[in-house]
T-cell receptor, first 115, second 113 residues
């Protein structure tokens, strides 16, 4: 089954404790992206990747890191989480990303709480 | 710059009555437009997308959207609401060079029995 998976689905942590949220897709997509969803703000892009070893900042990259060493994986790293990073996070992927009406497929989301 | 505005944060309809969720966009060139739905505690699912092949776009579960360039609108409609349609709906425009999706603030659809 074609899908985007994220782990963990739920995470409660404390300020400053490094964490990684994994994202994996099995559709051989070139483009992957991370979004955060906050009430009243819709989804906002954190980082995106057009292909392996190619990443760039989205609208709200502060406090986050990403890497794209393999095509299928795009982990989101919070080196020193803070309470303002408490949010619902979505990973997405698409075949080519920036062209035409290429559809982005979303993972199930990761609900992160930073105390 | 591109942007999208969903004109209603909350819409309430009775089961069996029509649904209208309004969306206006701003784009300096021909946009790529989408509607996504998010059911409670679920991920985002694509309802439909505008491909420029036709201004009236049909999606899943009986939803449609009409692209009106003169009004810069992409409203979502459904002739008859079902209880299962209760969810949050996002109108989305995509930038052409980075693939970034720009989301509206979302419209919560409530369907009353």
């Amino acid at each position: 089954e074609a899908q985007v998976t994220q782990n963990p689905r739920y995470l409660i942590t404390v300020t400053g404790k490094k964490l990684t949220v994994t994202c994996s897709q099995n559709m051989n997509h070139e483009y992957m992206s991370w979004y955060r969803q906050d009430p009243g703000l819709g989804l906002r892009q954190i980082y995106y990747s057009m292909n392996v070893e190619v990443t760039d900042k989205g609208d709200v990259p502060e406090g986050y890191k990403v890497s794209r060493k393999e095509k299928r994986n795009f982990p989101l790293i919070l080196e020193s989480p803070s309470p303002n990073q408490t949010s619902l996070y979505f990973c997405a992927s698409s075949y080519r990303g920036g062209f035409g009406t290429d559809t982005q497929y979303f993972g199930p989301g990761t609900r992160l709480t930073v105390l | 710059a591109q942007s999208v505005t969903q004109l209603d944060s909350h819409v309430s309809v009775s089961e069996g009555t029509p649904v209208l969720l309004r969306c206006n966009y701003s784009s300096s060139y021909s946009p790529s437009l989408f509607w996504y739905v998010q059911h409670p505690n679920k991920g985002l699912q694509l309802l439909l997308k505008y491909t420029s092949a036709a201004t009236l776009v049909k999606g899943i579960n009986g939803f449609e959207a009409e692209f009106k360039k003169s009004e810069t609108s992409f409203h979502l409609t459904k002739p008859s609401a079902h209880m299962s349609d209760a969810a949050e709906y996002f109108c989305v425009v995509r930038t052409s060079n980075t693939g970034k999706l720009i989301f509206g603030q979302g419209t919560t659809l409530q369907v009353k029995p």
